[in-house]
């Protein structure tokens, strides 16, 4: 029997990667193509569907090229929650001021509509209990709401499709308007099984898209996983290089792909806290650019300042809360490539790793380990360092944009030691972070055992460690480390029927890798230091209040 293959494609915020993965959930191949990203101005990011697309094509006919395309039975597509603007002739539609006809995405980082989002919160609206009680700026009514109020005869009056962008490409691949559960529910307010709220559309000015049965937004709804029109289009296809027919599943915003990826995998013989317990005791972390906190229930839980409950938006059946910091990757990169010593950081990792490879913050955990004293832990290095990491707001659990980052225990000193040290406090304010959303949601009712973690952080041994010590939770690694990928995949073997359900599918293809345990010894340590981290936050809520005292 030929072997048989799924394909995954993962729309990330700076590059399109794809793998062709087995029945068994290995990665056979992979590829990967950057995407372009354009800041017309401050807070604004916009992309392009027409480039998405294309790229897309690429890296698919690249993971393809060596096997017979009849043995690809199904395609799923994953991609962050960036918002698609098309015409009646699904043709694009600029969403800037600069009218760029092929800039007609707004990514899911824009901020652009902070204050539309503030207003929406103030309504107090029943759907704001599923979203933590507040709007956030990364969801897609107020993006909508700015666009009809600044951008009304260039955008708004010619658009007749927003999508969420996973679902403009599994439209792109079916020609099926039919919206995945997992986008309406977590980012625009769909709540199955009532559906839209009409009510919240008016109460906020977007009357019009109630229009025909909201069919601007999304009529017709199905779960992650869900087989979509008649497979790939004779178009989309040729533009693959796949087989017409080809199954495609409803498709997931990337995070939940990798929840997808790692969540579900057999734990048996690894001793984990969460091994003979319902997968309700595990969260996902998908850690990237940003990182993304993914919780599921059998029943509803409302989490202050976390989204959610969403019910079927990553597990089919379940109920999902999603909490989340939206600049972890991007943070770390900021503080290091800030850093006065920076360019000496790069020209020490290129001496000691010319030909390997390794990058600078493999040579930054090396240089932890020299800084510290013998049988000490890297982490008592930055005892007198500590970070507030919300330089780009908090989404959770805190639900507030508008928070700024904090840097407690600087000197006038700037070597590559204090760039090690700035470094490690960052990682740990961010495990800190993840710390500050679990007591959120164990205060709420879920009862978290074990982390699972998987996205580009997770590579990065330092910070996998922290989150342990930190948070005194076992975290699990996936066997693939596109663990993103194979849930994008997981999407397409479901939607193949060569398995009965999203369940089944993330059982068997899901696999435990490395189990790193938390340092107990550091435990008295992290309980100091989280006690700062919140004080911290106290502290900027006082400086707000006093500047803004009249």
């Not at 019009?208 to 296809?237: M, R, W, Y």
């Not at 599943?249 to 997808?260: C, Q, R, Y």
């Not at 290129?350 to 030909?355: E, L, S, V, Y």
């Amino acid at each position: 029997m030929a072997d048989i293959y799924y394909v995954g494609v993962d729309v990330g915020t700076a590059s399109v990667r794809a793998a062709l993965v087995t029945r068994e959930g290995l990665l056979k191949s992979t590829a990967e193509e950057p995407i372009s990203i354009w800041e017309p101005q401050s807070d604004h990011y916009v992309q392009s569907s027409i480039e998405i697309w294309e790229k897309c094509c690429t890296v698919v006919q690249a993971v393809t090229c060596g096997v017979e395309k009849s043995q690809v039975r199904g395609i799923g597509f994953d991609a962050t929650c960036s918002l698609v603007v098309l015409d009646r002739s699904f043709q694009p539609v600029p969403v800037s001021q600069d009218g760029d006809t092929q800039r007609n995405v707004v990514m899911w980082m824009d901020h652009r509509a902070a204050e539309q989002a503030a207003r929406i919160t103030n309504t107090g609206h029943r759907v704001l209990s599923r979203v933590g009680g507040v709007m956030s700026p990364e969801m897609q009514p107020p993006k909508l709401l700015w666009l009809k109020e600044k951008l009304k005869e260039s955008c708004w009056d010619r658009a007749a499709h927003f999508f969420d962008l996973p679902d403009f490409l599994s439209w792109k691949a079916t020609g099926s308007l039919t919206r995945s559960l997992c986008t309406l529910v977590c980012k625009w307010t769909y709540c199955p099984p009532e559906g839209w709220d009409t009510s919240f559309w008016t109460s906020i000015g977007l009357e019009d898209l109630l229009e025909d049965n909201f069919s601007k937004i999304g009529s017709v709804t199905c779960s992650p996983g869900s087989p979509l029109g008649d497979g790939l289009t004779q178009d989309a296809a040729a533009d693959l290089g796949l087989v017409p027919g080809t199954a495609v599943g409803a498709s997931l915003i990337d995070a939940h792909a990798g929840g997808l990826g790692v969540i579900g995998a057999d734990v048996k013989s690894f001793h984990l806290p969460c091994e003979n317990r319902p997968i309700t005791s595990r969260m996902a972390m998908i850690c990237g650019t940003s990182t993304c906190h993914m919780a599921i229930s059998e029943q509803p839980l409302f989490v202050p300042g976390v989204w959610g409950p969403c019910l079927s938006a990553m597990v089919p059946g379940m109920w999902l809360n999603e909490g989340g910091q939206s600049a972890t990757g991007r943070l770390i990169d900021h503080v290091v490539k800030g850093h006065a010593a920076y360019a000496q950081l790069q020209e020490q990792a290129q001496q000691r790793f010319p030909f390997t490879g390794e990058n600078i913050y493999g040579y930054l955990n090396s240089h932890l380990t020299l800084m510290t004293k013998s049988g000490s832990a890297v982490d008592l290095l930055a005892s007198s360092l500590h970070v507030w990491p919300d330089f780009h707001g908090n989404r959770s659990p805190l639900a507030d944009p508008t928070l700024k980052g904090m840097v407690i225990g600087l000197s006038l000193s700037q070597t590559l030691d204090d760039l090690a040290l700035l470094y490690l406090a960052t990682i740990q304010a961010l495990a800190l972070g993840t710390l500050h959303i679990l007591e959120a949601m164990k205060e709420a009712g879920h009862d978290i055992r074990t982390l699972f973690l998987c996205g580009g952080l997770s590579k990065n041994s330092l910070f996998v460690q922290i989150h342990a010590n930190a948070t005194g939770l076992p975290v699990v690694l996936p066997d693939q480390m596109e663990a993103v990928l194979v849930g994008a995949a997981v999407l397409g073997a479901c939607a193949s029927q060569d398995y009965s359900s999203i369940q089944e599918a993330m059982e068997k293809m899901a696999k435990v890798g490395k189990v790193v345990q938390p340092d107990r010894e550091l435990q008295s340590f992290y309980e100091r230091k989280y006690k700062v981290f919140l004080r911290l936050f106290s502290h900027q809520r006082e400086y707000q209040a006093l500047m803004n005292h009249r």
